[in-house]
């Protein structure tokens, strides 16, 4: 499965087509299980936002991405944390590629830190081909 750490497996940030280790994917689809369960929403709902339907999503799906990131080290109380993001996807993605999608994408805000976190994740997602 190719897709980046940030949301592999389930919800993957598909921001760039990059090989994850096995034990990568390994915590990625532990993570997105306990986010599935804990905002709880379908698995559907977690694919079609893996996919990039960003369509009709509830607070549900955004607080599952913010539960995704933050299990990840990305996000801190709805807080980017840019040298987390860098130090897990400069060496698969390549640190200027990286840098460039944070440059769009990490001053990204929202209504709270759920809605913070989803549009993080579309701005990644929308930028994939960057990385």
């Given at each position: 499965m190719k897709f980046l750490?940030?949301?592999?497996?389930?919800?993957?940030?598909?921001?760039?087509?990059l090989q994850l280790s096995d034990e990568q994917k390994a915590v990625a689809h532990a993570n997105a299980a306990l986010c599935i369960q804990q905002?709880?929403?379908?698995?559907?709902?977690?694919?079609?936002?893996?996919?990039?339907?960003?369509?009709?999503?509830?607070?549900?799906?955004?607080?599952?991405?913010?539960?995704?990131?933050?299990?990840?080290?990305?996000?801190?109380?709805?807080?980017?944390?840019?040298a987390v993001v860098l130090a897990k996807l400069g060496p698969l993605a390549g640190e200027d590629a990286v840098k460039a999608v944070q440059a769009k994408c990490d001053s990204i805000t929202g209504a709270d830190k759920c809605d913070t976190a989803f549009k993080l994740f579309e701005c990644y997602h929308k930028n994939r081909a960057n990385i």
């Open positions: 750490i940030v949301l592999s497996a389930v919800l993957a940030i598909t921001v760039a087509e905002e709880g929403i379908t698995k559907e709902q977690a694919t079609a936002l893996r996919n990039g339907n960003f369509e009709d999503s509830d607070q549900k799906v955004k607080c599952f991405a913010n539960c995704f990131l933050e299990k990840t080290g990305f996000l801190i109380d709805g807080k980017v944390q840019p």
